[in-house]
T-cell receptor
Framework: GAGVSQSPSNKVTEKGKDVELRCDPI?????LYWYRQSLGQGLEFLIY????????KSGLPSDRFSAERTGGSVSTLTIQRTQQEDSAVYLC????????????FGPGTRLTVT | AQSVTQPDIHITVSEGASLELRCNYS??????LFWYVQSPGQGLQLLLK??????LVQGIKGFEAEFKRSQSSFNLRKPSVHWSDAAEYFC??????????????FGAGTQVVVTP
């Protein structure tokens, strides 16, 4: 079946603009995660959705970052007023949500802020 | 606070030789432990995981890892490396507990180069 998909694969934006990154999880997966991978910071957790529970936003680096998950499926990560330090690969993952189940990662969106 | 340390940033190994990648964690209880691999231009793929039970776990692609509580380690091994094993390897720990057990904290990664 289809894996986790993310769009766009690449995004170049000017400093100060807003961007939206999309994640389509594997059908039926109740848990969805966003991570960021950058040269300076490695792989960092951003936010975690599990079913209808309130998301765990503890990894969001600033209030310019937000995410939503509509209908328990597709998720959008929004970065407002982008800064150069936001340049990174943004990875989405999904899992069945049961303890110990594997997170399946998408290919990522490479964001470049100029 | 929990942490994951991969002491080796870069390892070069000859094809056919054995490989061991080190991972140390800091956590109050027994964590859920994972090894992921990221090949160039590819997404992260799970190699293996440890939650409880047998401390030697087998994974895909011929990899295994051993959990050693006394050393807070979860080292990854492969007896004979293939050129296709050239990639970056990440050790990760999950928080545990019912609220956000799935939130992974990753080590900095170890880049593996395989020479002929």
């Amino acid at each position: 079946g289809a894996g986790v998909s993310q769009s766009p694969s690449n995004k170049v934006t000017e400093k100060g603009k807003d961007v939206e990154l999309r994640c389509d999880p594997i059908s039926g997966h109740t848990a969805l995660y966003w991570y960021r991978q950058s040269l300076g910071q490695g792989l960092e957790f951003l936010i975690y959705f599990q079913g209808n529970s309130a998301p765990d936003k503890s990894g969001l680096p600033s209030d310019r970052f937000s995410a939503e998950r509509t209908g328990g499926s597709v998720s959008t990560l929004t970065i407002q007023r982008t800064q150069q330090e936001d340049s990174a690969v943004y990875l989405c993952a999904s899992s069945s949500g049961l303890a110990g189940n594997e997170q399946y990662f998408g290919p990522g969106t490479r964001l470049t802020v100029t | 606070a929990q942490s994951v340390t991969q002491p080796d940033i870069h390892i070069t190994v000859s094809e056919g030789a054995s490989l061991e990648l080190r991972c140390n964690y800091s956590y109050g209880a027994t964590p859920y432990l994972f090894w992921y691999v990221q090949s160039p231009g590819q997404g992260l793929q799970l190699l293996l995981k440890y939650f409880s039970g047998d401390t030697l776990v087998q994974g895909i692609k011929g990899f295994e890892a051993e959990f050693k509580r006394s050393q807070s380690s979860f080292n990854l091994r492969k007896p004979s490396v293939h050129w296709s094993d050239a990639a970056e390897y990440f050790c990760a720990v999950a928080a545990g507990g019912s609220d956000s057990w799935g939130k992974l904290q990753f080590g900095a990664g170890t880049q593996v180069v395989v020479t002929p």
